[in-house]
């Protein structure tokens, strides 16, 4: 084998190395730990008790259950009654409950939703609070 073949074959691996690595660096940036949902909102703020609907670990993995049942019984129950969350009433609502709390829903819900690629379509219909920051 002539050197000048060698060059082009070392030349032509490190154009290969450099290809099948791209998808690597663009997730570089991606691979890390899940979004930490903020908290920091005034409603939340101004709890005594800083609790949800249920404890933290129930409503991350039964959130989308809490709000079937609560839509079935607004919707085909009409119970609209309040719910109580640290002495304060709330309403079973997506847009006046849940967002009441969590009224920094691209920061809170959007965040988790695009990591987990989960995209609730409850949005074609319900107003989402207005937020200034993307
Ligand atoms: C096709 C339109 C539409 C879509 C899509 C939709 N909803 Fe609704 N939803 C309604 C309507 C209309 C009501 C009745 C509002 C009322 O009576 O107060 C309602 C009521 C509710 C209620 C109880 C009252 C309230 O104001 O929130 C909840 C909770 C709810 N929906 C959750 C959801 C969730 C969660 C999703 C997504 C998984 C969703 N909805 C998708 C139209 C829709
Ligand atoms: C009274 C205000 C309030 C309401 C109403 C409320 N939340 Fe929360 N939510 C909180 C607080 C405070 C926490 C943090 C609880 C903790 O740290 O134990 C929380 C935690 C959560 C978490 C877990 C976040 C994490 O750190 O993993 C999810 C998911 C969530 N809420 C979704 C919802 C949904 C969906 C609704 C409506 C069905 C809702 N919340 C209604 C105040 C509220
Ligand atoms: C801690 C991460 C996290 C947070 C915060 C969070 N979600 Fe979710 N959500 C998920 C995951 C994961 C799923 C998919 C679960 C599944 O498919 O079993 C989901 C699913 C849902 C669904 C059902 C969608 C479907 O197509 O089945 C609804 C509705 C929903 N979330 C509403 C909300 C709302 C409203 C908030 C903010 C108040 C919120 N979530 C905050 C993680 C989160």
Redesign the pocket.
């Known amino acids: 084998m002539k050197l000048y073949d060698g060059g082009k074959i070392i030349f032509g691996l490190i154009i290969f190395l450099g290809l099948i690595t791209i998808p690597f660096y663009f997730n570089a940036g991606k691979a890390v730990a899940p979004p930490k949902?903020k908290?920091d909102t005034p409603?939340?703020q101004a709890?005594a008790v800083?609790?949800?609907?249920k404890?933290?670990e129930i409503?991350?993995a039964e959130?989308m259950r809490?709000?079937d049942d609560?839509r079935n019984s607004v919707v085909r129950e009409d119970d609209r009654q309040k719910i109580v969350?640290?002495g304060?009433e709330?309403t079973k609502s997506l847009q006046n409950?849940?967002l009441?709390?969590?009224s920094n829903k691209k920061d809170f819900c959007d965040k988790c939703h695009t990591y987990m690629a989960v995209n609730p379509y409850c949005w074609d219909c319900h107003f989402t609070p207005k937020e200034n920051k993307s």
Do not use: Q, S
């Not at 800083?50 to 609907?53: G, M, N, P, Q």
């Open positions: 949902p908290l409603v939340i709890l800083k609790e949800c609907v404890p933290k409503m991350r959130h809490i709000l609560w969350i640290g304060k709330f409950g849940c009441k709390c969590h």
